[in-house]
């Protein structure tokens, strides 16, 4: 759901500006490694306004609302491109890595995003949860970004320099005002991200659609300029996880007054991505065929909207901190005391169906046995009025139930040794 109609942002920047977000709970999943849970998947995060102390170099102090930044497990940086173009892991000339974060940022003149490989240090600057950071750990994790070329190529607006020291190399300036915004997110900034598995094709579709946003800019010689309303990172991701048939597209560049009451902001956008996911009124036959983007998802790329580890962490800035403070806020773009983000997001947080990865897995199977049970023949559907599409409706019928068996099957228990051996003539 879009709150950002009706001004209801401007109401919020005055209701919900004043408490520090505790960015504790409910923390990062236990157990197996996320490369297991899901070959791909796409992350999404809402992370904290960032407050760093003075006499670090460039003094960064970022507003309530926060930032937000995309990860993509199985897309990497293409060698021969830079950190402006990324390719799918497994084709030829792609660099090694886990994955690719993204991360757009109003200082870039000749790109929208910049591309950082490996989850570790892009979200968490290869630190642990509980390692300090320290002056010294602050400059090595700018170290390990100018080692990667994260900015090789990439050209920065004239004015990110107004600040900088006389003498000062360009490039050391650069790092200093791009560090916890493009990398190394939680040395200094708090987050909340929404993790949403997906299959080989549609991560190629992400990729092909990440790619174009970026070719004018590094092709043609267009200048980038972020847009708060018009424009920004929120919608660069959101509009990537369309390509993949999540939701549908959020415009950009549409005209001023629609733009300023309908544009997305962090912290709104990870709930509403989360309740998208979990979202079991497309698991009706009708509601899913009636949904545009999950039609195409069940048709174009073979996924079910509910599906299995799709999942929720946090975690706080490093901590202690000497570089940056570690009170921070993260606000919802709503009325604290009308509207309803609050309320869906203690919700969020306290589902261990949310967060768990095998509490995950136990509740999708439960939901497809149960929408599988509800099954209805084809033919009683076609006698009731309303349906849109009519002609089509039997296609998503067979589609959606031929992958929901599959995924009943898939997730029943295997049998047991003493069950197979009692079964054996």
Known sequence: MRFGRLLAPWLGLWLTGC??????????????PLASLASYFA?????????????????????????????????CRAAHRGQTTIQLCDEPGAEPADGVGLSMNAHFRNAKWVATPGRDFFLNGNLAPDQPLTRAGHAAVMAEARRLGLYDGVEFHPEVFADMPAGMPREEWVQQVSVSTDYGISLGRGRFCARVPVNRAQMASMVTFLNAQNAPYRDHGEVFHWNLFKDNCIHLAHNALAAAGLWPEWRTGRPWLVSVLDFPVPRNEFVNLMQRVADVGLLDPLELHSDAAARRALLDYGQLPVRAGALMESRPPQQPNEVYETGLKLIFYDAEFVGPYQGWFDAIQADPTQYEPQRNRAWVAAQHRLALARRQPL???LRQPGIPDRDRFAVTYHRFYSLLEHAVAAAAPAPTAL???EATP
Do not use: Y
């Not at 520090?20 to 197996?32: L, N």
């Open 19 to 32: 408490a520090m977000v505790d960015f504790s709970r409910p923390g990062t999943p236990a157990g197996q």
């Open 43 to 75: 992350e999404f995060c809402a992370v904290s306004q960032i407050l760093q102390k003075p006499g670090f170099g460039a003094t960064v102090r970022g507003d309530i609302g926060g930032h937000s930044v995309f990860f993509l497990n199985g897309a």
């Open 379 to 381: 033919a009683w559907w």
């Open 419 to 421: 069950h197979t051996a």
